[in-house]
Structure formats: structure tokens, C-alpha cells
T-cell receptor
Framework: QKEVEQNSGPLSVPEGAIASLNCTYS??????FFWYRQYSGKSPELIMS????GDKEDGRFTAQLNKASQYVSLLIRDSQPSDSATYLC???????????FGAGTRLFVKA | DGGITQSPKYLFRKEGQNVTLSCEQN?????MYWYRQDPGQGLRLIYY???????QKGDIAEGYSVSREKKESFPLTVTSAQKNPTAFYLC?????????????FGDGTRLSIL
């Protein structure tokens, strides 16, 4: 059973701080990785895709991938109360058609 | 604007009843998916479709059925065989079904038992 593991949280950070969200996955051959944001009662929204080892930056968001350690993270700089949501890590199945989703980490940004 | 439309937003099912959830996309995507989300859990794949008139079972297909008669449409029927249907149902699409493509989601349908 391929798995994606995330700390359920909640992770609480003050406004303006850096929030660090982490994810590990079991499928060693995975090549595609995604972060989604899901506000309470809403559907997931794609924030970042990352396919290569290293960092990928998009505005206040940075995704970090380490395939050797089977670890992917999301950093949110200058966190805002509007960033308070559940963040889902998702990993593409090796040679298959499925995307495996983690259960998500709840983030609270305190004003 | 391109996107995925799910309807209805809320749905109530009576005992022994089949209900159908609608999903329409105008993104010209080939692949479409149905997921179920329960509180505190990740998304679980019910069915997916790579192309018109073709679909495959996901991890929790029992008690559900789908059709893909048009590229734009991928309705999900929750049958009476699904004994615990209360959940948030999400439809998604991607340009292809290859796992490397990101998926885009509709707004979801909340299904409850009366």
C-alpha cells in the first residue's frame, strides 16, 4: 500500500513567521509531487507542483524535494491569517495513474 | 472561465435510494476522477476515466458506478449498496491521466443520509 504521511497538526505560527509543512512518501519511484491548500468546507486548490530535487519558489511559497530521503516540504514565508487551511501533500504513483493524497496538515496563522 | 462544475452542492439520500452526482468540465481535459473525503482523512479514489467510454475502478469503488459518455461529463452514482455514503465527494480533472499531471477540483458535493 503506497502511503503519503503528514503530521495532522494543528501547526500554529504567528503572523509574519515561516510555516514549514512536511510530507514523507513510500513510493520510491515517484516523480511528481504536489501541494494543495484546502480551506474548511471547500475543495483542494493546487499551490505547487515539483518534479526535481531541490527547491521551487512561487511567491511566498517554496516547495522542497529530496527523493533520496522520500521527503517533500512546503515553506510559507510571511504567513498570513488567510493562509490558515489544511495543506494536502500528493504524490504521483510510479508508472501508474493514481495520485496518492496525504490526510493533510492543519495550519493556523495567528494575527 | 474554464473549470469544473459539480452539482448539487448538498444531497440527501434515503435508505435504499440511488443518487447521482453531476460533474462537468470545460477545460478540455481527457482525464477525470472521483474522490471521497471523510473528516480527517485524505482523498480516496473511487473511479477514474482516461477517455470517453472508458473508466477504471479506484481504491473504493464498491457501491459506486460511473459513466463517461462525453468528454465533458463524468457522473457518479452512489447506489444503495454503499452502506456508508455520508462524505464529501470531489470530482477532479487533469489534461491526461498520467500521474505526473496536476489535478484540478470542482467545489464538491456533500452527501448525507436522511
Amino acid at each position: 500500500q503506497k502511503e503519503v504521511e503528514q503530521n495532522s497538526g494543528p501547526l500554529s505560527v504567528p503572523e509574519g513567521a515561516i510555516a514549514s509543512l512536511n510530507c514523507t512518501y513510500s513510493d520510491r519511484g515517484s516523480q511528481s509531487f504536489f501541494w494543495y491548500r484546502q480551506y474548511s468546507g471547500k475543495s483542494p486548490e493546487l499551490i505547487m507542483s515539483i518534479y526535481s530535487n531541490g527547491d521551487k519558489e512561487d511567491g511566498r511559497f517554496t516547495a522542497q524535494l529530496n527523493k533520496a530521503s522520500q521527503y517533500v516540504s512546503l515553506l510559507i514565508r510571511d504567513s498570513q491569517p488567510s493562509d490558515s487551511a489544511t495543506y494536502l501533500c500528493a504524490v504521483g504513483e510510479t508508472g501508474g495513474f493514481k495520485t496518492i493524497f496525504g490526510a493533510g496538515t492543519r495550519l493556523f496563522v495567528k494575527a | 472561465d474554464g473549470g469544473i462544475t459539480q452539482s448539487p452542492k448538498y444531497l440527501f439520500r434515503k435508505e435504499g435510494q440511488n443518487v447521482t452526482l453531476s460533474c462537468e468540465q470545460n477545460l478540455n481535459h481527457d482525464a477525470m476522477y472521483w474522490y471521497r473525503q471523510d473528516p480527517g482523512q485524505g482523498l480516496r479514489l473511487i473511479y477514474y476515466s482516461q477517455i470517453v467510454n472508458d473508466f477504471q475502478k479506484g481504491d473504493i469503488a464498491e457501491g459506486y458506478s460511473v459513466s463517461r459518455e462525453k468528454k465533458e461529463s463524468f457522473p457518479l452514482t452512489v447506489t444503495s449498496a454503499q452502506k456508508n455514503p455520508t462524505a464529501f465527494y470531489l470530482c477532479a480533472s487533469s489534461s491526461t491521466v498520467i500521474a505526473g499531471q496536476p489535478q484540478h477540483f470542482g467545489d464538491g458535493t456533500r452527501l448525507s443520509i436522511l
